[in-house]
T-cell receptor, first 111, second 116 residues
Framework: DAKTTQPTSMDCAEGRAANLPCNHS???????VYWYRQIHSQGPQYIIH???NNETNEMASLIITEDRKSSTLILPHATLRDTAVYYC????????????FGQGTTLQVKP | DTGVSQDPRHKITKRGQNVTFRCDPI?????LYWYRQTLGQGPEFLTY????????KSRLLSDRFSAERPKGSFSTLEIQRTEQGDSAMYLC??????????????FGPGTRLLVL
């Protein structure tokens, strides 16, 4: 079972920041938080990941709370092409690196 | 294009037939994963290869399913005696040699299977 909880859907106005929350209250000390997204009919796309520090790359920022029980993915200036299902995933402690997806958040960016 | 490729992109078959899908990972990626995704759900892990060795199989992978990665490069996923419940998107992903929990997986476009 997925170890994360996300809202089922969210809307965002084009050009505004999209803030996608994720709860992972049972995360263990060596587990990372990953974000992937899936645009309709395509394979998932990696966005960002982090352990405990906030992270930023060209796509997004990841804010992880100090207790690591929740995080927020921030798309600073959402565009229509950011409409997708966003998955928050906690990395398993196994050696395989398999990803356990939940149902994700469907983000609809509106003009 | 140096991304993960999958073939075919779409497959329609009749119940009881065998099907085989191919995945070509990113060159020199030593880890390869297969996932299955049904409508409205997130992808579910099926199996994992490190080089040519199949190191983990999900209990979702019944004995009708077999996966190979004979030379540690491309991989095939075969489904024998297909059932309507096998209808899904089959996704392949690959990743590199970085420490496992820091690696990122690159996904292919998927093969959409419809069993009639």
């Amino acid at each position: 079972d997925a170890k994360t909880t996300q809202p089922t859907s969210m809307d965002c106005a084009e050009g505004r920041a999209a803030n996608l929350p994720c709860n992972h209250s049972t995360i263990s000390g060596n587990e990372y938080v990953y974000w992937y997204r899936q645009i309709h009919s395509q394979g998932p796309q990696y966005i960002i990941h982090g352990l405990k520090n906030n992270e930023t790359n060209e796509m997004a920022s990841l804010i992880i709370t100090e207790d690591r029980k929740s995080s927020t993915l921030i798309l600073p200036h959402a565009t229509l092409r950011d409409t997708a299902v966003y998955y928050c995933i906690v990395g398993t402690p196994s050696n395989t690196g398999k990803l356990i997806f939940g149902q994700g958040t469907t983000l609809q960016v509106k003009p | 294009d140096t991304g993960v490729s999958q073939d075919p992109r779409h497959k329609i078959t009749k119940r009881g037939q065998n099907v085989t899908f191919r995945c070509d990972p990113i060159s020199e990626h030593n880890r390869l994963y297969w996932y299955r995704q049904t409508l409205g759900q997130g992808p579910e892990f099926l199996t994992y290869f490190q080089n040519e060795a199949q190191l983990e199989k999900s209990r979702l992978l019944s004995d009708r399913f077999s996966a190979e990665r004979p030379k540690g490069s491309f991989s095939t996923l075969e489904i024998q005696r297909t059932e309507q419940g096998d209808s899904a998107m089959y996704l392949c992903a690959s990743s590199s040699r970085r420490p496992v929990l820091q690696e990122t997986q690159y996904f292919g476009p998927g093969t959409r299977l419809l069993v009639l």
